[in-house]
């Protein structure tokens, strides 16, 4: 089991960058691959980024460009950098790991509010 604390969230104007940390203990963090999802209030959770154990990267479209996700293995966390905030990026983002042939690994944080104002 892979326990995860996330952090780093706030309130950002429009245009604004803000840097997200998923902390994660509990399991050989290096082998997983990592994720960022999120939700926004009303909608279900979304994927956002992923980084495999070897620092291969993928972005949700709507993302990619603005959003970069890296991490950082002797710290055993991932990171969420964030450029260009839009109001529609608005939500709770959470993190969770992932290894082939079982799928997600962690129980859901309280994840970190990112409200961006327009």
């Known amino acids: 089991q892979v326990q995860l604390v996330e952090s780093g969230g706030g309130l950002v104007q429009a245009g604004g960058s803000l840097r997200l940390s998923c902390a994660a203990s509990?399991?050989?963090?290096?082998?997983?691959?990592m994720r960022w999802y999120r939700q926004a209030s009303g909608k279900q959770r979304e994927w956002v980024a992923t980084?495999?154990?070897?620092?291969?990267?993928s972005y949700l479209d709507s993302v990619k460009g603005r959003f970069a996700i890296s991490r950082d293995n002797a710290k055993n966390t991932v990171y969420l950098q964030m450029n260009s905030l839009k109001p529609e990026d608005t939500a709770v983002y959470y993190c969770?790991?992932?290894?082939?042939?079982?799928?997600?690994?962690?129980?859901w944080g309280q994840g970190t509010q990112v409200t961006v104002s327009s």
């Open positions: 969770n790991a992932w290894a082939a042939g079982r799928g997600l690994l962690g129980s």
């Open positions: 509990g399991s050989p963090f290096s082998i997983y691959a």
């Open positions: 980084i495999s154990s070897g620092g291969d990267t």
